[in-house]
């Protein structure tokens, strides 16, 4: 597999009643802690209700991160185009693909909050109607053409942008999936990315896995794309990591009660299933045990990574889902040692290190003799230099 790319894709998921303004700003420091860490991505959800998720606009939250960071990419994770003139949404895309010197990313879904949808008079089955709609019109826009479409909520006539993208030929675009094949069909007819935000997010998520990929080929050949590219699959998991299991446990009691009621009690999602735990160790083995993410050591960590690679058969970039299970010290900390630990092993910097090392090693004894005989020879070179007088 090639170097594996590492991100976060933030909903993001804040208790409420808290400070927003605060909470907004820590998701902006969040980022930037990202990006100078080397992480190589960042994903910023949309969603109007239920209170947690408090980010309403990606692309001005991108905006606001592209001036505080120098490389990680940002993308919309994802842009509900479902609610937006698809004409606005690709020329705003752009504008942010000009402004952050390439690095913006487009991603595309319905909307998974019915509480959004349900203010704007749109029901789930409109949403991911509009969605397949808009996600034509938006890849057609972007590749240069004119657009006369009618849908349930925009009228197009000879629509047009008027700038072209700053990347050549264009940013990357993405589909979300969950567990159903939409997501997977779309991105193998447009050819274009998929992101698999609930994958390891439900019992049979592992399964999933492969099946969403199957779909995206089918789907390519059967429209005449290219082969699709394993890199542009993003997969998003679960992690809380530290230096010790007891520790890492002892972190998540901070704020995993709130995420998990969260889906079980407000959002009306249910393909984020997340189980019927009510207390912490429950949630923290339902996490572990289940297969769908890591809340532990880097050891662990590095074992849920493999385990992703081994059933999907490769993939681009892992994200892990931003939760706030732990305080943001110790959330910052778990990006650390995931970066420093997780990163070498799947970016093809480690083995080589281990190696060296073992070279060394092997020859140690035999070198370390050399330095004493080239200190003996030196300092016999020196008395005698004394006893002749030069």
């Known amino acids: 597999m090639s170097r594996l790319r590492f991100g976060t894709f933030l909903a993001p998921f804040h208790k409420p009643g808290q400070n927003p303004t605060l909470a907004l700003q820590r998701d902006l420091e969040l980022v930037e802690h990202l990006d100078a860490l080397g992480y190589d991505e960042a994903w910023i959800g949309e969603h109007h209700s239920a209170g947690s ?13 592209a001036e505080r960071t120098r490389r990680i990419r940002l993308g919309t994770g994802v842009t509900s185009i479902a609610y937006h003139n698809p004409l606005w949404v690709a020329d705003r895309m752009v504008m942010l693909d000009h402004l952050t010197r390439g690095r913006a990313m487009l991603g595309c879904g319905p909307g998974s909050l019915p509480t959004d949808s349900a203010m704007i008079g ?19 826009l972007l590749r240069g053409e004119s657009v006369t479409r009618q849908t349930k909520t925009h009228d197009l006539v000879d629509a047009q942008l008027q700038l072209r993208p700053y990347t050549d030929p264009c940013f990357d675009v993405v589909v979300a999936a969950v567990a159903s094949p939409t997501g997977p069909r779309m991105a193998g007819q447009h050819g274009v990315g998929l992101l698999s935000i609930g994958a390891t997010l439900t019992q049979d ?3 999933a896995l492969a099946h969403h990929w199957n779909v995206v080929e089918e789907r390519a050949a059967h429209h005449g794309q290219p082969a699709p590219d394993r890199s542009a699959w993003r997969l998003c998991g679960l992690m809380h990591i530290a230096e010790t299991r007891e520790q890492a446990y002892k972190d998540v009691e901070y704020g995993i009660e709130h995420w998990f009621q969260y889906f079980q009690k407000v959002a009306a999602f249910p393909q984020m299933a997340v189980g019927d735990s009510v207390d912490v160790k429950g949630m923290i083995d339902f996490i572990n045990e289940a297969g769908i993410g890591a809340i532990g050591t880097v050891e662990d960590a590095r074992a849920q990574v493999q385990k992703l690679v081994d059933q999907s058969g490769g993939f681009g970039s892992f994200l892990m889902l931003g939760h706030e299970w732990a305080n943001p010290e110790a959330t910052r900390r778990s990006y650390e040692l ?21 070279r060394a090693g092997a020859t140690r004894e035999a070198h370390a003799q050399t330095q004493l005989d080239a200190v003996d020879h030196m300092t016999r070179k020196y008395e005698q230099e004394k006893a002749s007088g030069n």
């Not at 998720?53 to 991160?65: D, G, K, L, V």
């Not at 749109?122 to 019109?137: A, G, H, K, V, Y």
């Open 205 to 207: 998520g592992f399964d």
């Open 53 to 65: 998720e408090i980010i309403a606009s990606p692309e001005i939250f991108m905006a606001a991160a």
């Open 122 to 140: 749109l029901t789930p089955t409109d949403t991911r109607e509009l969605l397949e709609q808009n996600l034509d019109i938006i890849m057609r």
């Open 338 to 358: 995931i970066a420093q630990h997780v990163f070498p092993h799947f970016q093809g910097q480690a083995q080589s290190t281990l190696d060296a090392k073992d």
